[in-house]
């Protein structure tokens, strides 16, 4: 009977803790503790990360994995990781989280207590990977963007996680990260697209469409789009140029003065594509303000109305009211209708009514 009831008991015991490695041996009538492993690995595969198991080291092999035999028994064991940041291959490692550790509210922490040792099991600790990012900036037609232009550059990986790319210099990027699916961890490669590159106030990019994968592109290729703008004025009347100079208002709402020269025209090049404004400033005209979006080499020619314009047109309708009543009655009736309603006057004489 007692050896029947130590038995049950085993059985009990390998049913809550899964399947035991190997079957209980019997020795002078009493049960024998049997090896028990438990499996440490990495995710990615680390050769050289530093466990520490109930106080004993434990260090990772070249795949990546360690592991701890002790006999059966019903203790609550401690594992702890000791390297939760390194650097290694031109790479960085970070700590994220746990699978396999028994308890959900320490999958997170560093250590974690209470690891039984009645069944074999795995433990894996995950690490999310930094790689070093170099971007060269260029414009559409290939020259080169200098990076003191850029104000910051923004992007968004595959897992919808934001982030920021410095225009000069190196910045680290996750370019992996641990998944956790089915209660297994899978590390995932990290690809980015560009949300913005600023340039004076507005974004040179098409928003999503470039993309790179850090891990296997260190130095991307972003490319901004800029374009020229051509500057003039007319007079509304004559046709001819007028303007000595144009406020152009930038997307950021800086202001920059464009001589506009004898000719009264000027080109401004290299100007990233947004919203625009241009004022010129024409002595004795005046001239309306245009607002644009500027998404290819394009010109602004806005039309200006000068003192000599309002003279001519002054002088004709002048000329017209005196001369108004020397014509007929059906005839004045038709002019007085047209100043009133012009686009009905044009209708009836399109289509042959009488006034």
Same mark, same amino acid.
């Given at each position: 009977m007692v050896r029947l009831t130590r038995v049950l008991g085993v059985i009990a015991a390998v049913a809550l803790g899964g399947v035991a490695a190997a079957p209980p041996a019997f020795a002078g009538g009493s049960v024998q503790p049997w090896p028990i492993t438990i499996t440490i690995r990495t995710v990615p595969s680390l050769p050289g990360i530093r466990? !520490? &198991? $109930?106080?004993? @080291? !434990?260090? *990772? =092999? %070249?795949?990546?994995?360690?592991?701890?035999?002790?006999?059966?028994? &019903?203790?609550?064991h401690i594992l702890t990781l000791a390297d939760t940041k390194l650097s290694a291959a031109g790479r960085r490692y970070t700590f994220v989280r746990w699978a396999g550790q028994r308890d959900p509210d320490q999958a997170f922490r560093p250590t974690v207590q209470g690891l039984p040792m009645r069944a074999d099991y795995t433990v894996t600790a995950s690490f999310a990977v930094m790689c070093p990012v170099s971007p060269r900036l260029a414009q559409q037609d290939g020259a080169v963007l200098a990076a003191n232009r850029v104000a910051q550059i923004n992007l968004r990986n595959n897992l919808g996680q934001p982030a920021m790319l410095s225009p000069s210099g190196t910045t680290w990027l996750p370019c992996a990260w641990p998944v956790y699916r089915s209660s297994l961890l899978s590390s995932t490669d990290l690809q980015y697209s560009v949300q913005n590159m600023l340039v004076s106030g507005s974004n040179t990019v098409h928003v999503g469409v470039e993309r790179f994968t850090p891990s296997r592109t260190p130095n %991307?290729? #972003?490319? =901004?789009? &800029?374009?020229? #703008? *051509?500057?003039?004025?007319? $007079?509304?009347?004559?046709?001819?140029? !007028?303007?000595?100079?144009?406020? #152009? *208002?930038? @997307? $950021? =709402?800086? !202001?920059?003065?464009? @001589? #506009? =020269?004898?000719?009264h025209v000027a080109t401004v090049s290299n100007l990233p594509q947004g919203n625009y404004q241009v004022q010129i400033k024409a002595r004795g005209a005046s001239v309306p303000a245009q607002t644009f979006r500027l998404s290819k080499d394009q010109t602004a020619n806005l039309a200006a109305v000068t003192r000599g314009d309002i003279a001519v047109v002054g002088g004709a309708l002048l000329a017209g009211l005196v001369g108004i009543p020397l014509l007929s009655r059906t005839r004045r009736r038709r002019i007085f209708a047209f100043l009133r309603h012009p686009a009905r006057s044009r209708r009836r004489a399109a289509t042959g009514e009488a006034g």
């Open positions: 466990f !520490v &198991f $109930d106080g004993t @080291p !434990v260090v *990772t =092999g %070249p795949r990546g994995s360690a592991s701890v035999t002790e006999q059966h028994n &019903f203790s609550a %991307p290729r #972003l490319t =901004g789009y &800029f374009y020229a #703008l *051509t500057i003039t004025a007319h $007079d509304a009347l004559f046709g001819s140029a !007028v303007g000595s100079y144009a406020l #152009l *208002t930038m @997307p $950021d =709402g800086t !202001v920059r003065r464009v @001589p #506009l =020269g004898s000719r």
